[in-house]
């Protein structure tokens, strides 16, 4: 199956969307060839997915059995958010699944980070990235839809890699929204899973929850998001400015009419107009 290939599936079953998405895109193709795997979830601050902020943990555990079903045994899922990970973990009901999975949690801000430079630098040459990140050769990122104030405009799959980086050392991708290209050159996911089943709109962190009820997952991690972008409202000139320099960069595509959509519905039919932020510029504490 071709890399830019998206499924979007709808309901409120996160578990059961996460696993049916996965097999849709043919995840198996990835799974079979790789060997350890580190879920890459949304914790920005201690609220939960039913907000519109984090990810849903039953998403997680979908995601967790259908790399079992497929033959993982070493699956860990890793967070680096700007709140006590660690506590958030527990509140938000991660532990849990982690128990009856029995799968490792990491709380990257408690662990070192390993300077990696960028092979070919674009806008930033170097990057801090959290030591055990660089032990696993399978990254699903797991991300919330939703909008971001600042000029990413949206934080999908690859705003989410920004929780990989050790704490302390990603205000320069933070500011920078260009510098994707080259973070994707040390970090680029092999699967994307977006959970959209409540949204968030206007801010990333005191985002207003908008029921969607769909999850996005694809391969191409650019492709996987400007479908997201797109449920979100955004027309095809709109596209967050990341998303299309990801494209011209060669890490996937992000036209619509080259991705082949799977699932159970058309972007149209789901699609909501989420309220973005205005003007102003929020600078609070994100990662």
């Not at 509140?91 to 300077?115: H, M, P, T, W, Y």
């Not at 399978?138 to 990989?164: E, F, Y």
């Amino acid at each position: 199956m071709s890399d830019s290939v998206v499924a979007l599936f709808r309901g409120t079953d996160g578990k059961e969307l996460a696993y049916k998405a996965l097999s849709a895109i043919d995840a198996d193709e990835v799974v079979s060839v790789r060997k350890k795997f580190l879920i890459k979830v949304n914790i920005t601050i201690m609220k939960t997915a039913a907000e519109g902020i984090t990810t849903d943990p039953m998403m997680a555990e979908g995601i967790i059995e259908y790399l079992k079903d497929h033959g993982a045994k070493d699956i860990v899922i890793a967070e680096g958010g700007g709140c006590d990970v660690t506590r958030a973990y527990q509140k938000l009901g991660f532990n849990e699944i982690a128990s009856r999975q029995n799968v490792k949690l990491i709380d990257l801000n408690r662990e070192e980070g390993v300077l990696k430079k960028v092979p070919r630098p674009h806008y930033i040459s170097e990057f801090w990235i959290a030591k055990p990140v660089l032990d696993y050769d399978c990254l699903i990122s797991a991300p919330k839809l939703k909008i971001h104030a600042l000029d990413w405009q949206v934080t999908l799959a690859m705003k989410n890699l920004m929780g990989l980086l050790a704490r302390g050392k990603r205000g320069s991708i933070h500011r920078e929204d260009r510098g994707i290209v080259d973070l994707l050159q040390l970090l680029k996911p092999d699967l994307s899973v977006i959970d959209g089943i409540v949204g968030g709109e206007v801010h990333e962190l005191w985002s207003k929850p908008v029921e969607t009820n769909v999850i996005i997952a694809g391969k191409d991690c650019v492709a996987t998001d400007a479908v997201g972008a797109a449920v979100m409202g955004f027309s095809d000139h709109e596209l967050p400015r990341h998303i299309k320099l990801s494209q011209e960069a060669g890490f996937g595509t992000c036209d619509l009419s080259q991705i082949k959509l799977v699932g159970d519905a058309s972007i149209d039919e789901v699609k909501k107009n989420f309220k973005r932020s205005g003007p102003h510029r929020f600078w609070g504490v994100i990662y």
